[in-house]
């Protein structure tokens, strides 16, 4: 078994040459212990390395890395992005061309592939599994681990065979997720694990670049467009319930001249895949679209999200925000809500076919959603502490940035409570309204409610008013839409001590009234960096549409940004921005220094490879001490000179003695430069 120190290294190494990345705390011990064969499972926030965990032991240990993930575009980007890192790296799919899938078997047959992405129903058939037991399988990942749980018991059985296949293979698995809660995290020890507790680590939840948002709705579609005008140029996404919202909303973007389009399940798989390579290659694309969106797409610059209808849960909310800001730069989120979008949660979730259980759960994860949608304070708070966690009020998000205005509501809630009751709770918040405000409408004279206790008790109150009363008290889950009796609204059991006096009741005021603040836009850099970041971004665009692939694998926004904020002047500054790895240096450092600082920097390639590191400063010492003695200590000898390979492989080794330095030079040359070049490196030490 190799000793940590060993594997630290390696990691070290590998982290900084192969991905241009310097050492993360965060994933340093979950990549140690991914490395030693144990079984493990990591959930990570969205953007915390989850994948470098697996790619990085992938690179360590023995036998091929066997990738089990959710969707074909996923997997795609994935290789696509490891390849351009010099990583040999191949997917299975259905999607695959002849030619894509020979090579794929060639590289296993060859022995050079190091990670395989496959589809967990690969894992259904024998010449999958055939195909796996002959390949030298040394490790199972599983990514977005949650799917095991959420879809293994419905449209995609193939999730549990993974633990069979682990039995089978007799190989350490680990899985990765950013969200699943206690529950789902049993399950998924319980699926893949047999049960057996895995080495488990909980990294936290905090996404705290992302900027959270909500606002009662009030014209939505208003609300979509306003938010994205203010953000023109970034890319984005917004969240539908329904395949028919996507389309007419992205029809109505696109009449205000953005550039939208819709994506949702229903439409043909060439189409949908437009949509997803449009999305990876331009940078102002807004995807209007159902869940079925994003989960396949790596692309980290996600600038935002808008959720245009409630999501059905809170473990869902944080999936689809989730998708904004991977690559740690600031992203902004905003989720509308209404009653209707409550009453069809709860509708789904009663009409369901899940047992009592499952729907009193999903019922208790909808009510969480909702009480962040109507928190008083900070809503990161809210979110966090559903997970179990704990923090300071944030600071960056709509409630810590401008606190909203509450009020005790208990004596309005039980008035509505009352009148709910009085009713036969066989109707919904129009009819209690009219009741509540006085209203005697033919319906309300027909049933005789006119001669309520209840009728006009709630006078003083406007109607928009009492409907964002209602709102949050199924908010606050007071009421419940019953989906038996076409959504009347019916008291809960929570209620009662309201109704009693046993407990009050808080509500915003900010949230009666029908104005709603839009959030402003949030700046990716300082004012003075702006047009260099923009000017780099149109470098990216160039050499990723020469090559054909999305923008982002060339470089993160987050890459850009620092760029555009320390402004390096040479390849050696440049290998140390995060992100620049050192075939992607190769490949387009110079070009990015052109347009830093308006020429390119020359440099030998063998020299740049070196770049970034202190074997590259070694180089340029030895080098010039080379330059002093070409014609030896008199300038008169002969001339002699040592090649850029010789001089790169003595400031890699660092050899400590002449007759170390005559090995890798010759004797030849260790009689000309010896001496100097032992100084150099004895001053380096």
Same mark, same amino acid.
């Given at each position: 078994?190799?000793?940590?120190?060993?594997?630290?290294?390696?990691?070290?190494?590998?982290?900084?040459?192969?991905?241009?990345?310097?050492?993360?705390?965060?994933?340093?011990?979950?990549?140690?212990?991914?490395?030693?064969?144990?079984?493990?499972?990591?959930?990570?926030?969205?953007?915390?390395?989850?994948?470098?965990?697996?790619?990085?032991?992938?690179?360590?240990?023995?036998?091929?890395?066997?990738?089990?993930?959710?969707?074909?575009?996923?997997?795609? /980007?994935?290789? !696509? %992005? &490891?390849?351009?890192?010099?990583? *040999?790296?191949? +997917?299975?799919?259905? #999607?695959? @061309?002849?030619? =894509?899938?020979?090579?794929?078997?060639?590289?296993?047959?060859?022995?050079?592939?190091?990670?395989?992405?496959?589809?967990?129903?690969?894992?259904?058939?024998?010449?999958?599994?055939?195909?796996?037991?002959?390949?030298?399988?040394?490790?199972?990942?599983?990514?977005?681990?949650?799917?095991?749980?959420?879809?293994?018991?419905?449209?995609?059985?193939?999730?549990?065979?993974?633990? /069979?296949?682990? !039995? %089978? &293979?007799?190989?350490?698995?680990? *899985?990765?997720? +950013?969200?699943?809660? #206690?529950? @789902?995290?049993? =399950?998924?020890?319980?699926?893949?694990?047999?049960?057996?507790?895995?080495?488990?680590?909980?990294?936290?939840?905090?996404?705290?670049?992302?900027?959270?948002?909500?606002?009662?709705?009030?014209?939505?579609?208003?609300?979509?467009?306003?938010?994205?005008?203010?953000?023109?140029?970034?890319?984005?996404?917004?969240?539908?319930?329904?395949?028919?919202?996507?389309?007419?909303?992205?029809?109505?973007?696109?009449?205000?001249?953005?550039?939208?389009? *819709?994506?949702?399940?229903?439409?043909? #798989?060439?189409?949908?895949?437009?949509?997803?390579?449009?999305?990876?290659?331009?940078?102002?694309?807004?995807?209007?679209?159902?869940?079925?969106?994003?989960?396949?797409?790596?692309?980290?610059?996600?600038?935002?999200?808008?959720?245009?209808?409630?999501?059905?849960?809170?473990?869902?909310?944080?999936?689809?925000?989730?998708?904004?800001?991977?690559?740690?730069?600031?992203?902004?989120?905003?989720?509308?809500?209404?009653?209707?979008?409550?009453?069809?949660?709860?509708?789904?979730?009663?009409?369901?076919?899940?047992?009592?259980?499952?729907?009193?759960?999903?019922?208790?994860?909808?009510?969480?959603?909702?009480?962040?949608?109507?928190?008083?304070?900070?809503?990161?708070?809210?979110?966090?502490?559903?997970?179990?966690?704990?923090?300071?009020?944030?600071?960056?998000?709509?409630?810590?940035?401008?606190?909203?205005?509450?009020?005790?509501?208990?004596?309005?809630?039980?008035?509505?409570?009352?009148?709910?009751?009085?009713?036969?709770?066989?109707?919904?918040?129009?009819?209690?309204?009219?009741?509540?405000?006085?209203?005697?409408?033919?319906?309300?004279?027909?049933?005789?409610?006119?001669?309520?206790?209840?009728?006009?008790?709630?006078?003083?109150?406007?109607?928009?008013?009492?409907?964002?009363?209602?709102?949050?008290?199924?908010?606050?889950?007071?009421?419940?839409?019953?989906?038996?009796?076409?959504?009347?609204?019916?008291?809960?059991?929570?209620?009662?001590?309201?109704?009693?006096?046993?407990?009050?009741?808080?509500?915003?005021?900010?949230?009666?009234?029908?104005?709603?603040?839009?959030?402003?836009?949030?700046?990716?850099?300082?004012?003075?960096?702006?047009?260099?970041?923009?000017?780099?971004?149109?470098?990216?665009?160039?050499?990723?549409?020469?090559?054909?692939?999305?923008?982002?694998?060339?470089?993160?926004?987050?890459?850009?940004?620092?760029?555009?904020?320390?402004?390096?002047?040479?390849?050696?500054?440049?290998?140390?921005?995060?992100?620049?790895?050192?075939?992607?240096?190769?490949?387009?450092?110079?070009?990015?220094?052109?347009?830093?600082?308006?020429?390119?920097?020359?440099?030998?390639?063998?020299?740049?490879?070196?770049?970034?590191?202190?074997?590259?400063?070694?180089?340029?010492?030895?080098?010039?001490?080379?330059?002093?003695?070409?014609?030896?200590?008199?300038?008169?000898?002969?001339?002699?000179?040592?090649?850029?390979?010789?001089?790169?492989?003595?400031?890699?080794?660092?050899?400590?003695?002449?007759?170390?330095?005559?090995?890798?030079?010759?004797?030849?040359?260790?009689?000309?430069?010896?001496?100097?070049?032992?100084?150099?490196?004895?001053?380096?030490?």
């Amino acid at each position: 078994m190799t000793e940590p120190a060993q594997i630290d290294h390696t990691a070290a190494t590998l982290l900084r040459d192969v991905f241009g990345f310097r050492r993360s705390a965060r994933a340093e011990e979950i990549v140690d212990t991914v490395a030693r064969g144990c079984n493990t499972l990591a959930i990570m926030p969205t953007g915390g390395g989850k994948s470098l965990c697996y790619q990085l032991p992938a690179l360590m240990r023995e036998g091929v890395t066997v990738v089990i993930s959710p969707l074909i575009a996923l997997m795609r /980007d994935q290789v !696509r %992005a &490891l390849r351009a890192a010099g990583v *040999a790296a191949g +997917a299975l799919t259905s #999607a695959n @061309t002849e030619e =894509e899938t020979r090579a794929v078997h060639e590289a296993l047959a060859e022995g050079t592939l190091r990670l395989l992405y496959i589809a967990p129903e690969r894992l259904a058939g024998s010449a999958g599994q055939g195909l796996l037991r002959r390949i030298g399988v040394g490790l199972i990942a599983v990514d977005e681990a949650h799917c095991v749980s959420q879809w293994g018991h419905d449209f995609r059985p193939d999730y549990l065979r993974i633990g /069979d296949l682990r !039995r %089978a &293979l007799g190989v350490p698995l680990a *899985a990765f997720t +950013a969200t699943a809660d #206690a529950e @789902t995290r049993q =399950e998924i020890v319980a699926k893949l694990f047999d049960g057996q507790a895995p080495r488990t680590f909980l990294r936290g939840f905090d996404r705290p670049n992302i900027h959270l948002a909500f606002q009662p709705k009030n014209r939505p579609r208003a609300q979509v467009i306003a938010f994205t005008a203010a953000r023109k140029g970034q890319s984005g996404i917004v969240y539908c319930a329904t395949r028919a919202r996507t389309e007419t909303l992205a029809r109505a973007l696109a009449e205000e001249g953005h550039n939208a389009a *819709a994506y949702h399940g229903g439409m043909e #798989a060439d189409a949908r895949r437009a949509v997803e390579e449009r999305f990876n290659a331009e940078d102002d694309l807004v995807v209007v679209a159902t869940v079925a969106f994003g989960m396949g797409v790596d692309r980290p610059d996600i600038r935002w999200v808008v959720q245009a209808d409630l999501p059905k849960s809170i473990e869902a909310y944080y999936q689809e925000i989730g998708r904004a800001g991977r690559d740690g730069a600031p992203a902004e989120t905003l989720t509308l809500y209404g009653p209707d979008d409550i009453r069809l949660r709860r509708t789904q979730i009663d009409e369901g076919l899940a047992p009592s259980e499952r729907r009193a759960a999903d019922h208790a994860r909808l009510n969480a959603l909702l009480g962040l949608a109507e928190a008083t304070g900070c809503r990161r708070r809210v979110l966090l502490a559903y997970f179990g966690e704990t923090t300071e009020d944030c600071g960056n998000c709509d409630l810590c940035e401008r606190p909203p205005e509450t009020f005790d509501a208990t004596e309005a809630v039980q008035k509505a409570l009352s009148a709910a009751l009085r009713t036969g709770q066989g109707f919904g918040a129009g009819h209690l309204v009219d009741i509540l405000t006085g209203t005697a409408t033919d319906k309300a004279r027909a049933r005789g409610h006119h001669d309520l206790p209840t009728f006009g008790v709630g006078r003083d109150i406007p109607r928009p008013a009492w409907a964002a009363i209602f709102r949050q008290m199924m908010g606050h889950d007071l009421i419940r839409p019953d989906a038996g009796r076409h959504g009347a609204l019916m008291v809960t059991e929570k209620a009662h001590p309201v109704l009693r006096g046993e407990v009050r009741v808080t509500l915003r005021r900010d949230t009666l009234e029908r104005t709603a603040r839009r959030p402003a836009p949030r700046a990716l850099v300082a004012e003075e960096d702006a047009p260099l970041l923009s000017a780099l971004k149109a470098r990216r665009r160039a050499l990723a549409e020469a090559a054909g692939m999305p923008a982002y694998i060339v470089f993160n926004d987050r890459t850009l940004i620092e760029m555009a904020e320390t402004r390096p002047e040479t390849l050696d500054q440049m290998a140390r921005i995060s992100g620049v790895g050192a075939r992607k240096l190769e490949q387009y450092g110079r070009a990015f220094l052109e347009v830093i600082n308006g020429e390119a920097a020359a440099m030998h390639p063998t020299r740049r490879k070196l770049a970034g590191r202190e074997a590259g400063a070694l180089f340029d010492r030895l080098k010039a001490a080379e330059a002093e003695l070409a014609r030896g200590e008199g300038g008169a000898d002969k001339p002699l000179s040592c090649s850029p390979a010789l001089l790169a492989r003595v400031a890699s080794a660092r050899p400590r003695t002449r007759e170390a330095l005559a090995r890798v030079l010759g004797e030849r040359r260790a009689e000309r430069f010896g001496a100097a070049f032992l100084d150099v490196l004895s001053a380096a030490d």
